[in-house]
């Protein structure tokens, strides 16, 4: 039997218990927990509850991520959403990239679980024309180049692979449909941060996360000095200020 992939150093999940507003909040394709640790711990040092799973597939080698798919990856954050459900009084879910289209479908088919949502540049569609061809592709080739990494800041590093790898791509591409058909289903409070300079994603799913949803409180901010991994970019202390500001303005103080 094949030994398992040993985890990255940096791309273990993050669990930290404080007060009764937990935050759950997820990576996105390709990444790892260390794209969302900086954020983890400034809130739990705020007092959060705080849990960034890591999930399957991610953070080992691309390999693996080729044996599963969104599914798995929706079941890891479910699976977390509960278990923060059963401690804590009020549960956001946050999101970057893929990690946003995760959280936006927890918000739609959990919406009394999901108390609000803050989203990173999250994909749920695309210009890219390339991607009609993955059904094809990922029989014939395992995977193409990454997309990782994308930081404006120097020597930043989001534990991320350097391929993409395709069968995993295709569930990702196949699962953003069902979330754009049912965004009307989203009345969490939403706070969302849009790079300037995105090289991953564009801006197609801003538009349609902003005339889809049904929250009567959403609020969207630019950002001016990062990239498509702002969480670990230059806007990192602006998204973690202002996320905590958000959060407890809504669920109150997490102490």
Known sequence: MTAPTPVKPHAEPLIIDGGHVGVLLSHGFTGSPASMKPWGQDLADRGFTVRVPRLPGHGTHWRDLNRVGWDDWYAELDAALSDLRASCDHVAV??????????????????DDVDALVLINPAIATKMWQLRFVPVLKHLIPSMAGVGNDIKKPGTDEVGYQRTPLRALHTLVRAWPAIEADLGRITAPLLMFRSIDDHVVDDTSLGL???????????????TDSYHVATLDFDAQLIFDRSADFLTQHLGSPR
């Open 94 to 111: 946050c999101g970057l990239s893929m990690g946003g289209a995760l959280a936006l479908r927890l918000g739609e088919l959990r919406p």
């Open 209 to 223: 996360i902003k005339h889809g949803v049904s929250s009567p409180v959403a609020e969207y901010i630019t950002l």
